[in-house]
């Protein structure tokens, strides 16, 4: 049913528990798991260099990611995933957006996020990421709520 989950993680606590959910599914379904870190980079200010395209990550940036990619890409196994990937997407414009494209390349029939559980006037102006994905992706979505 679900051969390919895409899940969403940037090391914060919320991530953490939709990557507690994502392992979990595969494990059931017997799924590939793919753990993904989107990068896109700083607004362009009016006077500042414009970013190469296709976007790249910086070294540091990587540096600091690829070590959580790994600890995660552990812990599935260990968990008992049989098939587990991770990468550093890069975005040019959001972080949803650049979610929702690798999904679609990757051909998954499934993505985990977790949400923030902004309300309000916050949600109204910060937008939501996995509202963007909830809205946008081609596929089904889970959305972890804690």
Known sequence: MYRTIMVGVDGSKNAEYAFEAAVEMAKALDSRLLIVTVYSP?????????????????????????????????????????????????????????????????????????SRGLTGLKRTLLGSTAEYIAKNAHCDVHIVRR
């Open 42 to 114: 700083p607004a362009i200010g009016v006077l500042g260099d414009i970013p190469p395209y296709p976007p790249t990550v910086p070294k540091e940036v990587a540096d600091k990611i690829e070590p959580l990619l790994k600890s995660y890409e552990e812990k599935a196994k260990k968990a008992g995933v049989k098939v587990v990937e991770s990468k550093i997407v890069q975005a040019w414009n959001s972080a949803g957006a650049g979610f929702v494209s690798e999904a679609e390349k990757q051909g998954c029939a499934l993505t985990v996020i977790g």
